[in-house]
């Protein structure tokens, strides 16, 4: 007898996705368990592959087998937890075992392989191999001969505080050079240490008790319970922007953590994180890690490691920190639970909500879910009693919610008012700068002009590689294409097509900010989009100066709408809500009703109430007034009856199957083998309720050069359909069609409890 290991390799497609079976050497045999990272010979020419072993048993020695190459250390095996979640995510959403490993661990905790220092035998190693920097102290004293410089007088009083980094001796105009050679005189010695873990070190520790209202103290009371008991409890904290739902949160992660639990608080977007954070470690100290996209590598893999090893109580992150390798988890909350940022759209393609939910299941804790436009599904989950809904219906202190008013941009224009801004809300905009206080405007459209159109033939300019406008960016003097970043430069004044004069129009926020800044020659402008926030750590520096009102305008797209709590803001304006009135897809309402609400719930937050102005060219939609008077109840009425009348969640699951690839016909071909491949085997089986909608070519009909169909598939989502699913991807991979396209299957399972 021998121990075997059946393993699953990374690279290999859905449809060879199954696991292989390895011999395990003796001298590896204590090393190999399961959740074990290994190297393994894989195919014909037994070429060296990264694996995650997901079985051990002990079986008759088979000569064919082949043996593992290398294992990596103990620390770096999937903990059982983490194991479950990606058996999880590979049965719920169609992705291979290897992406779904790469999804609950960060890159910085892989391994990949090597060579051996022989230059042959395969080996592993850390991905990342550099988590030192350098920190210098202060051993000897400064010889007054030679006369010592500036730096080193400078570098030598500043350490005698204590050791310092590289990076903060740098920051204040030390260079490494000085350092070095202080070093060299033995005045310093300079250390490897670790790199800090402590990313927010500077956000002090108040621990303030709070102090909840007579309704948040009945919203806690109502949900603290559930903490207790380790069973798993599903809620919806729906509550009215600025009704202080982060308050209870902090209340509810207390009674978590004096009860011994540990608690995950996810947030839709990086935005939103620095704000988080300070709340949460200020109020708890330094026992909060955080898990987001834009920690680099080392950042986010130490912050990983503190929590695997048990040094954090908290975690605060975006959706991926959903797998944070936290233990006895007791509360689980997802701020603005609406958003769609809470879904992958690469694979494994996952909703946080329901890694969430299983989550609870598995650690018996408390799922929170929150917002004050909470999904459509959400909510109708709450009125079936699958979720407690717990509401908020006043703001805190008895701020009124911000009141609301309609500008009709068409009647601006016959007015001969041409401009972007109306002047309704030029002149509120003027009072509010008068007043000292602040205005957060909306335009969710990012460069200069959108759109650029030939006066002779009318054709727009799109870019060559999608089936999108080409949107001019003036700093950067090109057009830019916001899919796949190709550029035009130099900005074309003539038609490619016809040679006729191209005409910029549409209006972006960098044209807005220009015209602000034209109407408002005094104002401190700050512009928050994709562009202006790139850089590292960009949000949350711009974000604390506004809150020091070092600006006095923050315009933005849809990153300033959600969230953001500044207490001077008493104006917000909606310059570019249109474009959405009319997008598609079943969650184009709630999505206009979720960002109106939610960017007019920006204002009036302390004492002064807020005002809103909302300018649009179809001021009697009816989602729009609803959105207006910030009636989520009578929207939600509204919604669930076209949601049921038409068969959408939470009526039905949607299963978007993409096809994509560079030539058209072929992906058309695709689709259609699949649909009919899925029209099959959905007869074989008898009395599964399908619904299929296509295929039909994506809203977006090519991207990078790629083009794209879909198949919608109404269903129920549940295992028999997931089987089916997978025959049918099974049988359609098999046909190896010639005119193959990349197939993708994406879940709609929100809602779904
Ligand atoms: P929401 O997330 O519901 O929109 P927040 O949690 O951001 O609201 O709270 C809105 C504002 O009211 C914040 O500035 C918060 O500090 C303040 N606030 C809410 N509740 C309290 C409370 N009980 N004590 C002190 N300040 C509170
Ligand atoms: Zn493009």
């Not at 007015?415 to 030029?426: H, K, Q, V, Y």
């Not at 719930?601 to 649009?616: C, E, L, Y």
């Not at 009909?701 to 997978?726: P, S």
Request: hydrophobic residues 40%; positive net charge.
């Amino acid at each position: 007898m021998a121990k075997t290991v059946q393993v699953a390799v990374s690279n290999t497609t859905y449809h060879f996705d199954k696991l292989y079976s390895y011999l395990v050497m003796p001298d590896q045999e204590a090393l190999v368990r399961c959740g074990s990272m290994v190297l393994v010979p894989f195919g014909k020419a037994s070429k060296p592959r990264m694996g995650i072993v997901l079985g051990c048993d002990e079986v008759p020695v088979n000569a064919k087998l082949k043996a593992v190459f290398d294992v990596a250390p103990d620390t770096a095996a999937l903990t059982p937890d983490l194991m479950r979640l990606v058996l999880f995510l590979r049965e719920r959403t169609f992705c291979t075992y290897y992406e779904a490993v790469k999804a609950v661990i960060p890159y910085g905790a892989l391994y990949k392989p090597a060579l051996a220092e022989d230059g042959v035998t395969p080996v592993l190693q850390k991905q990342l191999t550099r988590h030192t920097e350098n920190q210098y102290r202060l051993v000897g004293t400064l010889p007054q001969k030679p006369k010592p410089t500036a730096k080193q007088l400078a570098a030598v009083a500043l350490l005698g505080g204590g050791p310092r980094l590289l990076n903060d001796l740098e920051e204040k105009g030390i260079s490494k050079d000085v350092l070095d050679r202080l070093c060299a005189k033995d005045v310093l010695v300079c250390e490897k240490v670790n790199k800090t873990v402590d990313l927010y070190s500077h956000i002090p520790y108040t621990g303030a008790e709070v102090h909840l209202t007579p309704a948040q103290q009945d919203a806690y009371d109502a949900l603290a319970p559930h903490l207790a008991d380790n069973r798993p409890h599903g809620a919806l904290l729906y509550g009215v922007t600025g009704s202080g739902k982060t308050l209870v949160f902090v209340k509810l992660i207390q009674q978590c953590l004096a009860l011994g639990r540990k608690a995950l608080v996810l947030v839709p977007e990086i935005g939103l994180t620095p704000q988080m954070i300070t709340r949460l470690k200020s109020a708890f100290g330094d026992r909060v890690a955080v898990q987001h996209s834009a920690l680099n590598h080392t950042e986010r893999f130490l912050q990983w490691q503190m929590i695997q090893s048990g040094g954090a109580d908290i975690v605060v992150g975006t959706r991926s920190a959903v797998f944070a390798p936290l233990k006895d988890i007791g509360l689980i909350i997802i701020d603005e639970e609406q958003e769609h940022t809470y879904r992958s759209e690469s694979a494994p393609r996952f909703s946080a909500h329901e890694v969430a939910r299983q989550r609870a299941a598995e650690n018996g804790s408390l799922l929170l879910l929150a917002s004050a436009t909470p999904s459509t599904e959400t909510y109708y989950a709450a009125t079936q009693n699958k979720y407690q809904l717990v509401k908020l219906t006043q703001r805190y202190g008895g701020n009124p919610l911000p009141s609301v008013e309609l500008v009709d941009m068409r009647a601006e224009m016959a007015a001969g008012n041409p401009g972007d801004i109306s002047r309704t809300l030029e002149s509120s905009l003027r009072q509010t700068l008068a007043n000292g206080q602040q205005a957060i405007l909306l335009l969710n459209r990012r460069g200069y002009q959108t759109v650029t159109v030939c006066e002779d033939c009318g054709q727009v300019l799109k870019c060559e590689k999608c089936s999108v406008p080409m949107v001019y960016h003036k700093a950067r003097g090109e057009l830019l294409c916001h899919y796949c970043g190709s550029t035009i430069r130099p900005v074309p004044k003539i038609c490619p097509s016809c040679g006729g004069k191209l005409n910029y129009t549409g209006f972006g926020t960098q044209k807005a900010e220009e015209e602000l800044a034209k109407l408002f020659p005094e104002a401190r402008i700050l512009r928050m989009d994709q562009d202006s926030t790139s850089t590292k750590d960009a949000h949350e520096r711009l974000l604390a100066q506004f809150g020091r009102h070092e600006y006095d305008i923050m315009l933005g797209t849809q990153m300033v709408a959600k969230g953001l709590d500044f207490e001077n803001v008493t104006l917000v304006g909606v310059l570019g809500i249109d474009s959405l009135l009319f997008a598609q897809g079943f969650r184009a309402y709630e999505n206009v009703f979720s960002l109106v609400t939610q960017v007019v719930g920006r204002g009036g937050r302390a004492g002064t109430p807020g005002h809103a102005i909302i300018q649009t060219v179809a001021p009697e939609d009816p989602v729009l007034n609803l959105a207006a008077r910030q009636d989520y109840d009578a929207f939600f009425e509204q919604e669930i009856v076209f949601r049921k009348l038409s068969l959408y969640p939470p009526f039905c699951r949607l299963c978007m199957v993409g096809f994509s690839g560079t030539k058209e016909p072929d992906v058309a071909f695709a689709a259609a083998r699949f649909a009919a491949l899925l029209g099959q085997l959905a007869a074989q089986n008898g009395k599964l309720p399908l619904r299929v909608l296509g295929p039909t070519p994506c809203t977006i009909a090519k991207i990078n050069e790629k083009y794209r169909y879909q198949l919608t598939v109404k269903c129920r989502g549940d295992k028999a359909f997931r089987d089916l699913m997978r025959q049918v991807l099974a049988a359609y991979e098999k046909e190896k069609l010639p005119q193959k396209a990349s197939v993708i299957l994406d879940m709609h399972s929100d809602g779904d409890l």
